[in-house]
């Protein structure tokens, strides 16, 4: 059994890893902690109660260090700021980690890159199986159309209450291609537009559009235009859930791996 600490336990996807650890949705995980902020008003309740499940004996703290001696695996999805000082804890302790928190600047994704020295990280923009195969199949197809005239567009829709934009699946669906492109996504990425340009559309350059409203959990659609003809890849996340299993299967895939930065590519294989 690969015992898991997740943190950020009383949130949406928090409460949903928890859940599908205690119904054996990915079999042979034990739930060995469960971690929130010290204000949280689940804090010493029973993890498995507030997931509804049922008891877990597991009770919900503010303390990572005492529960992280338990753990094979830390599962992550607390906030930019607790991701960014909980990588090198786990490094000094350690312990494998699974990040799905998005939002990290470079300084907090420096912090993370520098604990994988020390342990096995699985960091990825979005835990769904799904759009990481879109993730490998748009790096595909940017080499393909490279320097054949296609524009690329991404819009991405969610729910009112996200923070950050452009998403973090948003910036990887970017990267893909750019990378297949062989282009670097920072220098050629155009966030929104207003007014009238000057200029026409540079031929190199990927746009991005974020929606917010609503409850949208995540839609993603990567256009690639040319005179002629368009083509589109969307994927559309309709639960929460498939983000946690997700993640749980890179917390199985992960444990006992080498120290490292790993993708869930790497957890797919592909």
């Known amino acids: 059994m690969t015992k898991v600490v997740v943190v950020g336990a009383a949130g949406r996807m928090g409460r949903a890893l928890v859940r599908f650890i205690r119904n054996g949705t990915v079999p042979d995980l034990q739930l060995a902690g469960a971690v929130d902020l010290w204000d949280c008003p689940e804090l010493n309740r029973d993890a498995g109660v507030m997931a509804g499940v049922g008891e877990a004996g597991v009770p919900v703290t503010c303390d990572l260090a005492a529960v992280a001696p338990g753990a094979d695996v830390i599962v992550d999805f607390s906030s930019h700021h607790g991701t960014s000082g909980n ?7 350690g312990k494998a980690l699974v990040v799905g928190t998005t939002g990290l600047n470079a300084e907090q994704e420096a912090a993370v890159r520098d604990a994988a020295k020390a342990v096995p990280i ?4 979005n835990m769904s199986l799904g759009i990481n195969l879109l993730f490998a199949l748009l790096e595909q197809v940017g080499r393909t159309l490279k320097d054949r005239g296609y524009d690329v567009e991404i819009v991405e829709r969610h729910h009112r209450l996200k923070k950050d934009a452009p998403s973090g699946t948003a910036l990887g669906l970017g990267r893909a291609v750019a990378k297949g492109m062989g282009l670097d996504l920072d220098e050629v990425a155009a966030h ?76 797919l294989g592909v």
């Not at 990588?87 to 302790?93: D, L």
């Not at 699985?122 to 923009?125: E, G």
């Open 87 to 93: 990588a090198p804890r786990c490094a000094e302790w």
């Open 122 to 125: 699985v960091m990825a923009p």
């Open 192 to 267: 929104g537009r207003h007014g009238i340009s000057k200029d026409i559309r540079p031929d190199r350059q990927i746009g991005f559009h974020a929606v917010r409203g609503g409850d949208f959990v995540g839609d993603h659609t990567v256009i690639f235009a040319t005179d002629g003809e368009s083509l589109e890849f969307s994927h559309r996340a309709t639960s929460r859930d498939t983000f946690a299993i997700g993640a749980l299967q890179a917390a199985k895939w992960v444990a006992g791996r080498a120290p490292g930065l790993y993708s869930m590519r790497d957890v």
